[in-house]
């Protein structure tokens, strides 16, 4: 697999419920962000987990960071319609450059 | 909250035409980038810059590609002769440091005809 790979490629829930995706990366990091996408919009970090960090919080999101199986996953809690985006996890390791996966299509439906 | 600004939000050009997308990081972040996203693909690292040269550019950015920082504000991708594989959107980011999140841009959606 690629480099900062999501699955699932696309996830759609109702209003209220917790939505969950998984990223997946290939070298060593020194840590790993999520972002979200609006529709043609531009990129907003949400969060960032180092890497000897193994879980992390921030309002109604949940990282973990497992380095040992090289994956991440973000959880998002009592998900609302504004909640709908496309969101990615990118990778830093050894330089400054994020290497992004190609991201799960979150629909969030009222 | 600070922002990074993009300008323009579309260009349309024809190829073989060199185009200029400029940015403006946020003011006392260190590290800046471009980043460009092929419609419904992955986003796509184009080059960093730091201490006023390059840090690290990618394999597309190729001679036809090149960064400026003319006046410690404004920060701009040139394009030289523009083929139509270069329509993409263009995202500019700014860090304050390494380990810190990126501050991105609406981006640039250029269109090469």
């Known amino acids: 697999s690629q480099q900062g790979e999501e699955d699932p490629q696309a996830l759609s829930i109702q209003e209220g419920e917790n939505a969950t995706m998984n990223c997946s990366y290939k070298?060593?990091?020194?840590?790993l962000q999520w972002y979200r996408q609006n529709s043609g919009r531009g990129l907003v970090h949400l969060i960032l987990?180092?890497?000897?960090?193994r879980e992390k919080h921030s309002g109604r999101l949940r990282v973990t960071l497992d380095t040992s199986k090289k994956s991440s996953s973000l959880l998002i809690t009592a998900s609302r319609a504004a909640d709908t985006a496309s969101y990615f996890c990118?990778?830093?390791?050894?330089?400054?450059?994020?290497?992004f996966g190609k991201g799960t299509k979150l629909t969030v439906n009222p | 909250e600070p922002e990074v600004t993009q300008t323009p939000s579309h260009q349309v050009t024809q190829m073989g035409q060199e185009v200029i997308l400029r940015c403006v990081p946020i003011?006392?972040?260190?590290?800046f980038y471009w980043y460009r996203q092929i419609l419904g693909q992955k986003v796509e690292f184009l080059v960093s810059?730091?201490?006023?040269?390059?840090?690290?550019k990618s394999e597309i950015f190729d001679d036809q590609f090149s960064v400026e920082r003319p006046d410690g504000s404004n920060f701009t991708l040139k394009i030289r002769s523009t083929k139509l594989e270069d329509s993409a959107m263009y995202f500019c980011?700014?860090?304050?440091?390494?380990?810190?999140?990126?501050?991105f841009g609406s981006g640039t959606r250029l269109t090469v005809v």
């Open positions: 980011a700014s860090s304050l440091s390494l380990n810190y999140g990126y501050t």
């Open positions: 987990i180092r890497s000897n960090e």
């Open positions: 003011s006392n972040h260190l590290y």
């Open positions: 810059f730091y201490n006023n040269e390059i840090s690290e």
């Open positions: 070298t060593s990091i020194n840590n």
């Open positions: 990118a990778s830093q390791g050894g330089s400054e450059k994020l290497v």
